[in-house]
Every structure is written in C-alpha cells, then in structure tokens.
C-alpha cells in the first residue's frame, strides 16, 4: 500500500525541552500527519541531560500530542530524512538571528537531498526562551518552571539545580 503520510521532522538537541518546543510540535502536528522529533546523538558532547532522559522527558511532555514520534538520529538529517519517510524539515525561529544561523543549513539540505525546511516564527511568549538560557538561569537558582512543559518540569529543573550539575 502507498504511503500517503505526510510527515515533518523537527531536529534538535532538546536539552532540555523547553514550551517553546511543544508550541512548535503543537502547531506542526495541525499540518502535518506525522511529526517526528528527532534528538541528534552526538557523542562528542554529551550535554546536560543523558539521551536516554532527554527521550524519556521529551516522550512524556508530548504524551498528548498524538501526531508526534520520538526519535533519534546521528549523522546527516537528510538521511534520517529518506530512511523514514519524512519530506519537510520544521524549524522554530525565535528571531532574524535564529533565520540567519538556520538559512545556510536549509539550503545545504535543500542542495544535498531536495528536502525543504518550513520556518514557523516562535510565539512571542516563547521568543527568548532557549534550553541554554533556561539552563544557565537554572544554574544560579532561578526558578525556570514556567519554561518547561508542566508534566516534567519539576524533573527538569531539580536535574538542573547547581546541587545537581
Ligand atoms: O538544537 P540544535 O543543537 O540547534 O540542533 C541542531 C541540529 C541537530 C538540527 C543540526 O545540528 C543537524 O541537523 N545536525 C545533523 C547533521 C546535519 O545534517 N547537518 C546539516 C548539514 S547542512
């Protein structure tokens, strides 16, 4: 039988997921059949949450997003891309800086395997929200709970707490 699915990636490191994260799932899974979340595996850094818990946070903060699948992938995009299906790649873009640094990517993967990349403008509210930010903040004790999707944002910021890290 053809497979008639439409299907999207949104690639990242999600270390952690932020609610900016989840606005963009949310409103990929409205046009998209399939939205899958792809979380690159890069041993060379390792990052602040393992990848076995960024997966684990990242598949219970869209347990109710019925359209999105939890992934992972190493290597080029664009192959992750044809293994699974997938013709869009969907990026988030905060600000002119966020087009800027993923505009050179867009055309690369465009150049390298015709696959397109669709920019969705963050939601003001979440414009300045990055899981860095997020993280540094958390780092000398501020309170990031409002950032993070509410099914995992206690664990997120005790994983985050300076007595953790
Ligand atoms: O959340 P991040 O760290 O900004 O995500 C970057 C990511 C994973 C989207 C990007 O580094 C990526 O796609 N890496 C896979 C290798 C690849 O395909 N690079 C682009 C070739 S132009």
């Given at each position: 039988?053809?497979?008639?699915?439409?299907?999207c990636?949104?690639?990242?490191?999600?270390?952690?997921?932020?609610?900016?994260?989840?606005?963009?799932?949310?409103?990929?899974?409205?046009?998209?059949?399939?939205?899958?979340?792809?979380?690159?595996?890069?041993?060379?850094?390792?990052?602040?949450?393992?990848?076995?818990?960024?997966?684990?946070?990242?598949?219970r903060?869209?347990?109710?997003?019925?359209?999105?699948?939890?992934?992972?992938?190493?290597?080029?995009?664009?192959?992750?891309?044809?293994?699974?299906?997938?013709?869009?790649?969907?990026k988030?873009?905060?600000?002119?800086?966020d087009?800027?640094?993923?505009?050179?990517?867009?055309?690369?993967?465009?150049?390298?395997?015709?696959?397109?990349?669709?920019?969705?403008?963050?939601?003001?509210?979440?414009?300045?929200?990055?899981?860095?930010?997020?993280?540094?903040?958390?780092?000398?004790?501020?309170?990031?709970?409002?950032?993070?999707?509410?099914?995992?944002?206690?664990?997120?910021?005790?994983?985050?707490?300076?007595?953790?890290?």
């Amino acid at each position: 039988m053809t497979d008639t699915k439409r299907r999207c990636v949104c690639p990242g490191s999600f270390d952690p997921v932020t609610l900016g994260h989840i606005d963009v799932f949310t409103r990929a899974s409205a046009a998209f059949d399939e939205v899958v979340v792809a979380v690159l595996v890069n041993i060379a850094k390792p990052g602040r949450f393992a990848m076995g818990h960024r997966l684990d946070l990242l598949r219970r903060a869209t347990a109710d997003l019925p359209r999105v699948r939890v992934a992972t992938f190493d290597g080029l995009l664009v192959d992750f891309c044809r293994r699974e299906g997938i013709g869009t790649i969907l990026k988030g873009v905060r600000s002119g800086a966020d087009v800027e640094y993923e505009a050179p990517m867009a055309h690369m993967n465009r150049e390298l395997a015709g696959v397109d990349t669709m920019f969705l403008p963050a939601r003001p509210e979440w414009s300045f929200v990055s899981s860095s930010l997020v993280a540094e903040a958390a780092r000398f004790g501020a309170d990031i709970r409002q950032y993070l999707p509410p099914a995992v944002a206690e664990e997120i910021a005790a994983g985050l707490r300076p007595a953790n890290r």
